[in-house]
């Protein structure tokens, strides 16, 4: 589905991205672990359209989209959450899910049908959905954020660091969000933090190392690396 | 986000706004310490220089054109009759844009450069201000066409500067006399709140306290106010039955507007408005509220209902158009475009009656001229009177009726 | 005193359809259009070259003015705001740009169509008519319910559209906005065009009170600012209620305090009125977006 092939990316001068190649077939659950400042959301927001790679592909559904504006990505099929929430602020929760919508808002039945499976698959949505957003707590922010990029029906949805800045229990709650959404046969680009939790939810995985892709394989593989377990699951085991 | 070639853009767009900003600057003369003319001798001479400066462009673009079109007719005149003392003049003409501070450097430029004889101009008061000082310390003889603020004109502190337009001073005493003089009860005096009105009010006043009289009312507000509303009911509350307009065209377009409104002009009060008042803008932009509305005018500017332009002046409007075109010449202001004119003879009597191009022999004799002939007004000076023009030089015309930028003669 | 009620209704009313132009630029961009009295100007010029000029009927010249201005407007934005980049926040380099920009445009109004004010002909006749004991022109009127229309038009478009939430959004992130399939350079765009249609209405309507000149929108504008920033920047209401309290103030202060001093009047009920309510009288704090 989506098919990235040896993309470097710069700001200005500095090269963050050098020679990625990764890939994300239909139905599967990708996670990509690394370090803080390693660039994975540098990669997110190429492929999403907001940045553009000095070189390489980026391969949706086989069209190159590399030179794509953002805002066209979008419409084949591809939404992203992005890091830290960026939830619209002086806007109501229903408000934000109307501009996630935008592309169906023709479609008034469709429309509809999307606003009643979101609050159903986050109800303090729909309790909270006369309020502003940026009122809203963290981890609703968040689940705004994930509600909001579904309400365009994507069929690739980037997550960037859905967890990042939750307590426990709502990182718990997000990854069944994320769970329940990839069952419903959406396919899920997820950037994690949270190593083991997001292992144990995906199909497979890849280690970005400062711009670089360290190593990919399955979520198991990854999960038993010895050096992964060092650097990112640390000594506790779940 | 940020595309690499935004950056680029940025800095060639910035770069052109600031280029933008910058106004041409103004040329700085080579060197401050001017030199001493040498006192030409008169049979070496070759060439007579006058220096012309006056705004050609920018929001007072008509008078700088002014000065042009006055001062090119009667040079050209002068020239194809043989010139001054047998030596043809040259022109040079250059726009200040009402800038004081260019028009300084101008200035300069003029006597280092160009070795001007003689100077006229510039069209500005402010900028008058700013370079009198600097002609007179070079003894350069000046004449000045257009700038009205009276205290421009001062024998002792400005020896070489002489002046052929009415002066807002004596307008006012005009105004005021005449006003007072037709039994007028209750008088308003208008004027807007800079300097030149500011020093209209003070020679209103003098003038109504020389007549032993008070004015009813005083009006103020400031240059370009849209809502002349509050004018127009101090007017009409204080029910006064004349309004002396020391306004701009516009600005006095607007009151009368404003009165109109209020149902309150004449024959109900008689509007008397010094010569400003009779630019085109007044009264196309008052329109039928224009109606009645009375202006100073040079009575040598003026025509009697029925007769034709008076010969003299109706050859240089066509002068004008004949140079300029008829479309430009609409637009300038007759009467002062013929006192630049006036200027450039001035100059020629002051060193013909002489026969010298020395500074204070030309003040001398301009100082002893005492009734030249001009377009614009009989002019009259004096070791004690480089104001060459006076009130009784002028008239009341009809704004509403003109042709080629002169007034019918109402009186 | 009434008179005075009516003329400062007027002004109010123009003051206040600058202040709805500016802020439909603040509320995508962030940014204040300091060329906003100069586009104006140039609206009144096309008006009188296509009206009064070339005798082109009255509607369809409006139509003209309308687009010719938009354009305007739109190069306005190529040239002085989109060099700076989506994150406007963190240069100041717009604000040199467009007043700049309206410097500009004066001067080239002033080579193109001259230095002297030109009368424009008022909506419905020069003939007065006398309501409620006050003498009007039809003109007055016109400008009162037109700003009106307006204002109500914002109200909708900016409050209750999908439209109005994409102009919000815009003005909160670019990036994000594009995320949400929505293309952000279009936002912006159409609020500069839309600041561009105000703009020449508002020619048109103070043409006749004015004049035309390249001079005649020197103080309305700063006044118009001022409308916005009391009003409350970015809010639609705001900029309406603003604009009219400014303008009914100055004019009331007029009758007791004698003209000479109006500006001075107005811009101290601008500052009298920041001071107190900061955030505009309609209470929504303008914060700097993230
Ligand atoms: N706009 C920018 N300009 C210059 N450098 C940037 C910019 N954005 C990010 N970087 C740099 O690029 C590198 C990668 O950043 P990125 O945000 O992709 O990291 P990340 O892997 O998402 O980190 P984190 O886990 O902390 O979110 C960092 O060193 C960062 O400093
Ligand atoms: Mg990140």
């Excluded at chain 1, 959301?41 to 069209?63: A, H, N, S, Y």
């Amino acid at each position: 589905m989506l098919k990235v092939n040896n993309i470097h990316v710069s700001y200005g001068k500095v090269e963050i991205i050098k020679q990625v190649s990764f890939e994300v077939n239909q139905g599967e659950v990708v996670v990509i672990i690394g370090a803080n400042g390693a660039g994975k959301t540098t990669i997110m927001k190429t492929v999403t359209g907001l940045l553009k790679p000095t070189q390489g592909e980026i391969l949706f559904e086989g069209q190159n989209i590399a030179r794509t504006p953002a805002e066209k990505i979008v419409k084949l099929g591809l939404a992203m959450c992005p890091e830290g929430r960026q939830v619209f602020p002086q806007h109501t929760v229903y408000e934000n899910l109307v501009l996630g919508g935008y592309l169906i808002r023709k479609d008034k039945p469709m429309f509809q049908k999307n606003i009643e499976q979101m609050y159903n698959l986050f109800p303090i949505l729909k309790e909270r959905s006369k309020q502003v957003a940026g009122t809203l707590s963290g981890g609703e922010q968040q689940m705004l954020a994930i509600a909001r990029a579904m309400m365009s029906n994507p069929k690739l949805l980037l997550l960037d660091e859905p967890s990042a800045g939750l307590a426990p229990i709502y990182v718990k709650n997000i990854f069944d969000m994320i769970q329940k959404l990839s069952e419903q046969g959406t396919t899920i680009l997820l950037v994690e933090q949270m190593a083991n939790m997001a292992l144990k939810i995906a199909d497979r995985a890849y280690v970005l190392e400062t711009g670089r892709i360290a190593l990919g394989g399955t979520a198991v593989e990854i999960m038993n690396d010895p050096k992964v377990v060092e650097s990112y699951l640390g000594s506790k085991k779940y | 986000m940020e595309d690499v070639s935004r950056r680029k853009f940025m800095k060639l767009s910035g770069a052109a706004t600031l280029a933008a900003l910058a106004f041409p600057a103004g040329i700085l003369a080579g060197c401050g310490s001017p030199q001493t003319q040498s006192s030409n001798k008169e049979s070496d001479k070759k060439e007579f220089v006058i220096g012309v400066i006056g705004a050609m462009t920018g929001a007072s673009a008509q008078l700088g054109n002014n000065a042009k079109y006055g001062t090119t007719i009667a040079v050209e005149e002068i020239n194809a009759k043989g010139g001054i003392n047998g030596v043809p003049i040259r022109l040079v003409i250059r726009d200040d844009e009402a800038d004081p501070t260019k028009s300084l450097s101008l200035a300069r430029e003029l006597v280092t450069k160009e070795k001007i004889d003689a100077f006229i101009g510039p069209t500005n008061t402010t900028c008058a201000k700013a370079i009198q000082p600097y002609l007179n310390q070079n003894k350069i003889i000046h004449l000045n066409g257009g700038c009205t603020g009276a205290a421009l004109i001062n024998e002792k502190e400005f020896p070489y500067s002489f002046r052929t337009h009415i002066n807002d001073r004596d307008q006012a005493i005009f105004m005021v006399k005449r006003a007072v003089n037709k039994g007028r009860q209750k008088i308003a005096m208008v004027h807007d709140t800079s300097a030149l009105g500011s020093g209209a009010k003070a020679d209103m006043e003098a003038a109504f306290k020389q007549m032993g009289k008070q004015p009813a009312v005083d009006c103020s507000y400031n240059v370009g106010d849209v809502d002349m509303l509050p004018v127009a009911r101090k007017i009409k509350d204080a029910q006064c039955d004349s309004a002396l307009f020391f306004t701009l065209g516009v600005d006095g377009a607007q009151i009368s507007k404003a009165l109109e409104k209020l149902d309150y002009l004449p024959p109900k009060i008689e509007l008397h408005g010094y010569t400003s008042v009779g630019q085109p803008a007044y009264r196309d932009l008052a329109g039928s509220a224009a109606n009645g509305t009375l202006v100073n005018t040079p009575t040598k500017c003026t025509y009697k209902e029925n007769e034709p332009l008076p010969a003299r002046q109706a050859a240089l409007v066509k002068a004008f158009e004949d140079k300029f075109g008829a479309k430009v010449t609409n637009e300038i202001i007759f009467a002062t475009a013929v006192s630049f004119y006036d200027c450039a003879y001035i100059i020629k009597e002051g060193v013909e009656k002489n026969k010298s191009y020395e500074a204070d022999k030309i003040k001398g004799a301009i100082e002893s001229i005492t009734n030249y002939d001009g377009a614009n007004s009989n002019y009259k000076f004096g070791p004690d009177k480089h104001d060459g023009n006076d009130p009784s030089q002028l008239s009341v015309g009809l704004v509403t009726k003109y042709t080629k930028g002169m007034f019918q003669l109402v009186e | 005193m009434f008179q005075a009620l009516e003329s400062g209704m007027v002004m109010g009313s123009i003051y206040a359809l600058l202040a709805l132009a500016i802020n439909i630029i603040y509320s995508t961009t962030g940014i204040i259009n300091f060329a906003h009295g100069e586009i104006v100007m140039l609206g009144a010029m096309f008006a009188l070259t296509f009206i009064v000029t070339s005798g082109i009927p009255f509607l369809l010249g409006l139509i003209l003015t309308c687009i010719t201005v938009a354009i305007v407007a739109v190069i306005l934005y190529y040239c002085t705001v989109r060099p700076f980049g989506d994150k406007l926040g963190n240069s100041l380099g717009w604000l040199m740009a467009t007043l700049g920009a309206g410097i500009v445009f004066t001067n080239i109004a002033m080579l193109v169509f001259g230095t002297q004010p030109k009368a424009f002909p008022p909506i419905g006749g020069s003939e007065l008519v006398k309501i409620f004991g006050i003498k009007l022109l039809p003109h007055d009127i016109w400008v009162l319910v037109i700003t009106l229309l307006i204002a109500l038009f914002f109200n909708v478009v900016l409050g209750k559209t999908i439209l109005g939430n994409a102009i919000k959004a815009t003005s909160f992130s670019h990036s994000v906005t594009k995320l949400m399939g929505i293309s952000s350079q279009k936002i912006v765009l159409t609020c500069f065009a839309m600041s561009g249609i105000i703009a020449a209405i508002a020619g048109i309507l103070i043409s006749p009170i004015t004049f035309v000149g390249p001079q005649m929108t020197a103080t309305i504008g700063l006044k118009g600012f001022g409308a916005a920033i009391i009003g409350g920047v970015g809010n639609s209401k705001g900029a309406f209620a603003g604009g009219l309290l400014l303008g009914i103030l100055e004019a009331l202060a007029m009758t007791q305090v004698t003209p000479g001093y109006k500006d001075a009047i107005a811009f101290l009920i601008m500052i009298i009125a920041i001071s107190i309510k900061p955030e505009g009288i309609f209470g929504v704090a303008y914060e700097k977006k993230v």
